[in-house]
């Protein structure tokens, strides 16, 4: 099992060298922007779709950009493809649903013309018919600008085909979270992200290969915590050194996750054996629920307040974790607009919650260590 978290530990840490390694086999890539961009289009396409969260760093020429209250994820995003980072990348593709993500998009224009934006809008009222027609022509046109980046013409079988690899991906994703969450002692916190952040760079088809070995060996050995403390994550990254080597050296383990860059990037598969994979991606898209950046419950009007706490201390409950941990990314107005309300609710349900401010420009949050060693010696 070591052997094959080593894998995903090398693809997570060096994204570029997927990429070298991608390019040298003759292929090309598009950077996919936050968030639920589709990659099947990308990769039915025949490009490598390859994920542009930012990174821990810090924003030098990106602030000239921006203001500085705006997240660290949007200005890092920017500093890497000014850095030249992103050279290589065909196109980066995005649909801006919050106002840093907007201010990006207009920027990523004027700051890097060389690398195109290909943009699309996801409807709020995604599961009323009218949103779903909307996304579904939507990923239409989005498509036909991707099969232009490499001469293909859409052709209906080859993304068939991809819907069926990427929900094969996402399957041993939601087994690989469930087998963790129950083996605190095999898979540390760290291990656990670097597992799920591979599935942003690395050939889908390879990927899922060694998860799938993975999550065999990981099946064959017994289930225990061994003396660590299960917690739930939520927010909006978990990939941050110092916070996880904290959650690593202070003996906690993730038990289950509400994070966009993990478990609500693939909670939903797409129908498959269709005649429109657009319109099942659409669907797919309108099945999301629970995600603070996703304002309508499905309904016109329909945003329901209370599922995502109602969903966190249920997720505690079901994985057995001892507290919840949401990781408050800075400057993000729609989870810091939610997070105060869904840690009163987390513990108004008997469930000890942390809110734990996280920025990527900042290698070493000074207060995340006395929280997180508050939070243990509480549980303890
Ligand atoms: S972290 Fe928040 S503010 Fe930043 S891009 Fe994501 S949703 Fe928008």
């Known amino acids: 099992m ?68 705006v997240c660290s994820l949007v200005q890092t995003d920017l500093e890497l493809a000014l850095a030249g980072v992103y050279q290589g990348l065909r196109a980066a593709v995005g649909a801006p649903v919050c106002d840093s993500l907007r201010c990006l998009s207009q920027n990523w224009r004027a700051a890097v013309p060389e690398l195109p934006l290909l943009t699309y809008s996801q409807p709020q009222n995604r599961a009323t018919d009218y949103g779903k027609a909307f996304l579904a022509g939507e990923y239409r046109r989005l498509w036909g600008q991707l099969c232009a980046l490499t001469d293909h013409a859409p052709e209906e079988a080859r993304l068939q085909e991809a819907i069926g690899l990427y929900n094969r991906s996402r399957a041993q994703r939601r087994r690989f979270t469930a087998l963790a969450g129950r083996r605190g002692r095999w898979v540390t916190a760290s291990e656990r992200c670097a597992v799920l952040k591979a599935a942003g760079f690395a050939d889908p088809r390879e990927y899922t290969a060694h998860l799938t070995a993975l999550n065999d060996r990981l099946e064959a050995l017994p289930a225990g915590d061994g003396g660590r403390i299960p917690v739930v994550t939520s927010g909006i990254l978990c990939d941050h050194p110092r916070i996880l080597a904290l959650l690593d050296e202070l003996g906690f383990f993730v038990a289950a996750d509400d994070v966009a860059a ?16 657009c319109a099942a991606l659409a669907e797919q898209f309108a099945a ?60 108004a349900a008997g469930i000890p919650c942390l809110l734990l401010p996280v920025d990527q420009q900042v290698a070493d949050p000074g207060q995340a260590a006395t929280l997180l060693e508050t939070l243990r010696d509480l549980l303890e």
Do not use: M, N
């Open 2 to 69: 070591q052997d094959e978290l080593r894998w995903f530990e090398a693809a997570a840490a060096s994204p570029s060298a997927c990429l070298k390694q991608w390019q040298a086999q003759g292929g090309q890539a598009v950077g996919c922007l936050p968030y639920y961009v589709p990659e099947e289009l990308i990769w039915s396409a025949g490009l490598l779709p390859v994920r542009l969260w930012g990174a821990s760093t810090t924003a030098r020429r990106a602030g000239g950009w921006f203001p500085p209250y």
């Open 262 to 277: 993990e478990s609500r990037s693939f909670a939903v598969d797409a129908p498959e054996y269709g005649a429109d994979g």
């Open 288 to 347: 999301l629920d629970r995600d603070p950046l996703l304002w309508s419950g499905g309904t016109p009007g329909g945003f329901r307040p209370g599922d995502r706490e109602a969903h966190l201390a249920s997720l505690a409950r079901r994985s057995g974790a001892k507290a919840v941990v949401i990781l408050a990314q800075q400057f993000c107005d729609p989870e810091e607009l939610l997070s105060p309300g869904a840690k009163a609710a987390v513990e």
